[in-house]
């Protein structure tokens, strides 16, 4: 038999790889074009696959990252320097 977590629990999951996703966007860890691979990430948080998916519609739906049909996930490139730098003021704020 297997655990299943209660949907809060999972909910919390796909926040926290949220969180550590935009962190390392706005940081400049994770560069505008880089692929973003579910499985690579997953493991690196110990998550489900699911969980990052979720995260990652979370981040699109905030214009962070881009979804291209077929190939995956990206951080979005911004118009320029500015809006970068405007993003990471800001979430240090």
């Known amino acids: 038999m297997t655990a299943t977590?209660?949907?809060s629990a999972h909910?919390?999951?796909?926040?926290?790889v949220a969180e550590r996703l935009r962190t390392a966007i706005l940081e400049g860890q994770l560069r505008p074009?880089?692929?973003l691979r579910?499985?690579?990430i997953a493991g690196e948080n110990?998550?489900?696959?699911?969980?990052?998916r979720?995260?990652?519609?979370?981040?699109?739906?905030?214009g962070l990252v881009e979804h291209?049909?077929?190939?995956?996930?990206?951080p979005e490139c911004a118009p320029g320097a500015a809006s970068w730098r405007a993003l990471r003021l800001a979430r240090r704020a």
Request: overall charge positive; cysteine-free; charged content about 25%.
């Open 54 to 62: 979720e995260a990652l519609k979370q981040l699109a739906a905030e």
């Open 33 to 35: 074009g880089q692929w």
């Open 68 to 74: 291209v049909s077929y190939r995956g996930v990206r």
């Open 38 to 40: 579910q499985e690579r």
């Open 11 to 16: 909910k919390q999951l796909s926040q926290r």
């Open 46 to 52: 110990g998550v489900s696959q699911m969980a990052v």
């Open 5 to 7: 977590l209660p949907l």
